[in-house]
């Protein structure tokens, strides 16, 4: 009978062991996801992919879009993430060049417009849109007509008025350079910036530096800003006192279509899980929480808008657009120009 309970005692504890090991002896699969200093999602985004698939996410902001990508460039191969959010059409043929991605073809992909899938390798996949637009302050012009395109900006009516961002620092800079070579083309977009400066032309690092400090919302006395076609929406959701009118208005004849990417960085070790979040982000649960919080439009078709979009948001229905590649052959060369007529 000692003998038999001694047995007993003994798979007993064996018994527990084996339970201890398959319950807590491996950690969950934890990922880095790799964005620029904008990005931001409601706390219960994340968390929802992570109760779904065991899969933690923690995230890692690296600057602005030029910056991530440049920072990515330098650790290709060996990348401080596993998947990267925030490259745009401006710089997409930069991060291709330097085979930064892992080609994945989402099966949420037959939900997004074939205008968003640039690369059609899929070494990235397209996750929002929006467009880069000047903002002007309807206030200033209640007694005055209102900018209504590119060469309104350089009419002396519109002197000291204007206020962009730089082009090498700044992602709506760029995008507004960019609209301006895509109106303009090679031959007419550095007269049209030396017309520009010429008019008072303002020029800060960075949007916020624009837009809340040189632009009237800011306390600043410009009365054009660059922006995004979103910008009315926020203006209504965070207006203090409440409002129902958006106290700015938008120049849809400068409107440059901007499309950001995720993709799968090369060299990472968990490219299962790293698929698991490209699909996430690509689903309704992450493409409705984006509108809110980075005021840009889902890909997914089946998204559903928030309604202060639907009432105050607009896109462009003629946005300006350039080929991704000859953005990406070209870019340096025109930013560099640029500093020479704007800076010097």
Aim: with cysteine; net charge negative.
């Amino acid at each position: 009978m000692k003998h038999f309970s001694s047995r007993l005692w003994m798979v007993a504890i064996f018994i527990l062991f084996v339970s201890a090991c398959g319950n807590g002896s491996e950690d969950p699969v934890t990922i880095t996801l790799v964005t620029h200093d904008s990005f931001t999602l409601s706390k219960a985004t994340l968390s929802a992919f992570t109760d779904e698939t065991g899969i933690v996410v923690e995230q890692l902001q690296s600057g602005d879009a030029g910056q991530l990508v440049s920072e990515a460039i330098l650790t290709s191969g060996n990348p401080v993430g596993d998947v990267l959010f925030g490259i745009d059409n401006s710089f997409l043929q930069r991060g291709l060049d330097a085979n930064l991605f892992l080609a994945y073809e989402s099966p949420l992909l037959d939900q997004v417009p074939d205008e968003f899938e640039l690369d059609a390798q899929h070494r990235v996949t397209p996750i929002d849109y929006g467009d880069v637009c000047a903002n002007y302050w309807t206030a200033a012009f209640e007694d005055s007509a209102v900018p209504s395109s590119l060469d309104d900006l350089i009419d002396p009516a519109f002197r000291d008025s204007f206020v962009t961002e730089n082009p090498e620092t700044s992602s709506p800079g760029l995008a507004f350079l960019l609209a301006t070579i895509a109106r303009y083309g090679e031959d007419g977009w550095e007269q049209y910036w030396s017309a520009l400066r010429d008019n008072g032309l303002s020029v800060t690092s960075g949007w916020e530096d624009a837009y809340y400090g040189e632009f009237i919302a800011g306390g600043g006395d410009r009365s054009i800003v660059m922006s995004y076609a979103s910008s009315p929406a926020v203006g209504v959701l965070y207006s203090d006192p409440p409002v129902d009118t958006p106290p700015t208005g938008v120049l849809f004849d400068s409107c440059f279509r901007q499309i950001e990417f995720a993709g799968i960085l090369a060299g990472t070790s968990e490219v299962d899980a790293a698929q698991q979040l490209i699909d996430f982000m690509l689903g309704t649960t992450f493409q409705e929480d984006l509108p809110l919080n980075m005021f840009v439009y889902p890909v997914n078709q089946n998204a559903v808008l928030p309604e202060v979009f639907l009432e105050h948001a607009q896109l462009s229905d003629n946005p300006l657009l350039l080929d991704w590649e000859t953005i990406g052959k070209n870019r340096d060369t025109w930013t560099d120009r640029w500093v020479e007529l704007v800076l010097r």
